[in-house]
């Protein structure tokens, strides 16, 4: 039996889920996935930023606190590879080591990018 790293195994997972915006879309409209959307991009930073500074003092409670949040609010708007590398982090934070934790935020920090392009382009879509 081979044992498939995480990390490799996430890289083949799709990075986004069309249909998790197309459920929030029925679900309320557009002018609902439009302000989700926005949210969602404004908010990222900040978890990012308060996981981060989590990193840098030790504090594996607020890494995980932050992460947790990405996790779920990722996940509705259909981020799915970001979803997946904030839980592979929140993990490890409830583990009470920083083992790991820098690349994992270095991925979610490279993945943010790709996902706001994504979202924006929904969010233009959404436009009358």
Do not use: C, Y
């Amino acid at each position: 039996m081979t044992i498939v790293p995480e990390a490799a195994a996430d890289d083949e997972l799709p990075a986004t889920d069309d249909a998790s915006l197309d459920r929030l879309r029925r679900f309320g409209g557009g002018k609902l996935l439009t302000e989700m959307i926005t949210l969602f991009l404004a908010s990222v930073p900040e978890r990012l930023g308060a996981a981060r500074n989590g990193l840098a003092s030790g504090d594996v409670a607020a890494i995980e606190m932050a992460l947790h949040s990405l996790k779920s609010s990722s996940a509705q708007l259909g981020a799915m590879r970001m979803q997946r590398l904030s839980e592979r982090g929140e993990r490890q934070a409830r583990t009470g080591s920083l083992d790991g934790i820098a690349p994992i935020m270095d991925d979610l920090e490279a993945e943010f990018p790709r996902i706001q392009h994504w979202l924006d382009r929904a969010r233009t879509a959404e436009v009358p």
